[in-house]
């Protein structure tokens, strides 16, 4: 073994050997599906998915073996930004429901052990929401003071130049005060002033309100984004025009937030079935994310890993890195992998070639699936739906139901249920059509045993089933070769499971090194792709390309 790969081993060995035993609790091995939901089912024939199209498909999300679901924001909203405007914290939009339609989703998924999790939006709220209107009504409004308020310079200089996320500037004047409201995203959702007591206590009533009618949990919105520097500086190096915003050191990660998140989470350990809180953890490095666990593991249980998300080509190097960083540099916290959700591109889009993409998808899914820790899957991505191309989304005429172009509505296409109209997803006209390539569907996949869906399938089962993917530790592994990433899990009595995934167009040998103790037995395989019945005999084998080998003892 060379000097390297031996330092790796050994201090990721200790790290784990000195980490406090783990209490494991249902979301440390979670897989949690994202819905989004005017997009997977509607059974009113509006042309927009709904609650009671997530109810009827529970029987298909418990057959695919997901732990939990996460559906994002379903409350009132004018829609500016699809939902994540809420107007109205405590309710159900029309367009997806009612309240009783919430209370019979939770009963009905709790009956086949599915966990429900809430999109909770903290940064914002719309400016339709009322506690907005009261606020921007007059500066001795009780609610004056639940938004960020600052005088600049009048109507024509705002107190800063910050960017926004979704471009301009970050202020908005109001008349009807005569000062600027702060948004980090755009001017129709204003930034909630998180320094006043009044504020927190109201939002986390929210909270309690869903975990009363049955919410396993959140997750969490721009959790980056809750305070600003009150000295409001000018940043010394804006953005130049078409550029990003500029968010740090004044208005993202501010140590302050911990303190939300800490009494966010008091507020859950009041309530039974471990609730959990998964937060949208943007972070520039490993150390960042770890303390968004908190100093003492009291903060959020499940921040994303967009270290490892972020990653856009099959690197091998790269993804060994990022694993091994979230098993050896986290504190013992939970590491939570994903590769699609409702704000990017769809994993089969990104890392395809257009030439082996089913191949790849596969690939991917066991890169995700085989990990410990918690995995958040995108709807679709288990039949391998595409991400609808940039130049047809372009083409696609504004509606009532789709008042405003975004350009994520690609990953946002309806689900694909069978070959019918509409691709079973609505007896109406959809919000959104489907891409004009978009040729699987669940029924299909069902039907054919070597399908994406079977693959998802069958790495599920193994995450519930088998003793090493279910109980056992991340194991360090060297492949000896670059392009080849490989690693194990192993149990307590020591039971093996070993991963190989070869991420080039190519055939790769592989000579593994880094066992602690002799190379293990694998007598048998527990899924490969391309599919095969021989578990590797020793150290050295060979990865057809874009192969994956799951062996185990």
């Known amino acids: 073994m060379k000097r390297t790969g031996l330092l790796v081993f050994l201090c990721l060995s200790s790290a784990v050997a000195a980490a406090p035993t783990r209490v494991e609790r249902w979301y440390d091995h979670a897989v949690i599906y994202e819905i989004y939901p005017r997009s997977f089912e509607d059974t009113n024939g509006d042309g927009i998915g709904d609650l009671n199209g997530i109810t009827r498909r529970l029987d298909y999300l418990k057959g695919l073996g997901v732990d939990a679901i996460w559906v ?20 159900v939009a029309r367009e997806y429901g009612t309240l009783a339609d919430w209370d019979r989703l939770v009963a009905e998924a709790n009956k086949r052990g599915i966990r429900v999790l809430i999109d909770f939006v903290l940064n914002h709220t719309s400016d339709q929401h009322p506690w907005f209107k ?59 002033n998180w320094n006043n007591q009044q504020v927190r206590n109201a939002m986390y009533d929210v909270a309690r309100f869903w975990l009363k009618r049955g919410a396993s949990g959140f997750r969490l919105d721009a959790t980056p984004y809750l305070f600003e520097d009150p000295a409001f500086p000018e940043d010394p190096h804006p953005p130049k025009p078409g550029q990003g915003a500029a968010l740090e050191p004044y208005n993202a990660g501010l140590a302050k937030g911990s303190e939300v998140l800490r009494e966010l989470r008091a507020v859950l350990n009041q309530f039974p079935g471990d609730p959990v809180l998964v937060g949208e953890s943007l972070t520039a490095n490993i150390q960042s994310l770890a303390r968004l666990y908190g100093t003492k593991q009291d903060e959020m249980q499940l921040p994303m890993d967009f ?10 190097a790269q993804f060994k890195k990022q694993v091994d960083a979230a098993e050896s540099e986290l504190g013992g916290g939970t590491p939570v992998f994903l590769l699609s959700n409702h704000d990017r591109v769809r ?41 609808m191309p940039p130049s047809e989304l372009k083409t696609i005429p504004l509606t009532a139901k789709r008042p405003q172009a975004d350009a ?74 670059p392009k080849v990433f490989v ?59 874009f192969g994956v080998m799951i062996a185990g003892s």
């Open 408 to 481: 994520r509505d690609g990953e946002r296409t309806p689900m694909q249920w069978d070959a019918g109209k509409n691709a079973g997803f609505t007896t109406g006209s959809p919000w959104l059509p489907l891409a004009k390539d978009a040729k699987v569907n669940v029924a299909g996949e069902e039907k054919n045993p070597n399908s994406m869906y079977h693959w998802y399938a069958a790495l599920l089962k193994l995450r519930h089933e088998n003793a090493a993917f279910r109980d056992g530790d991340y194991v360090p592994l060297q492949s000896g070769n």
């Open 307 to 316: 270290l490892f998300a972020n990653l856009k080509t099959l690197d091998a």
């Open 72 to 91: 994002t924001p379903f409350f009132p909203s004018p829609n500016k930004d699809f939902g994540y405007d809420i107007s109205d914290y405590e309710n």
């Open 487 to 545: 690693f194990g899990r192993r149990t307590e009595r020591n039971e093996w499971a070993l991963i190989a995934l070869n991420m080039s167009d190519a055939a790769q040998k592989t000579t593994v090194s880094g066992m602690p103790g002799e190379f293990p037995k694998l007598s048998r395989v527990l899924l490969a792709s391309p599919a095969t019945a021989n578990p590797p005999a020793s150290r050295e084998f060979e990865l057809a390309p």
């Open 347 to 387: 994993a089969w889009d990104t890392f395809g070639d257009k030439k082996h993409n089913e191949q790849i998808a596969k690939l991917t899914a066991a890169l995700t699936l085989s990990q410990r820790g918690a995995v958040l899957l995108y709807y679709g991505e288990e039949i391998g739906m595409s991400t």
């Open 134 to 192: 009261e606020s921007r009504s007059s500066r001795t409004n009780p609610k004056q003071d639940w938004y960020v308020w600052r005088d600049g310079g009048g109507p024509d200089k705002p107190p800063t130049h910050w960017t926004s996320i979704f471009h301009g500037i970050t202020w908005t004047w109001d008349p009807r005060r005569k000062q600027w409201y702060y948004h980090i995203f755009l001017p129709e959702q204003p930034d909630l």
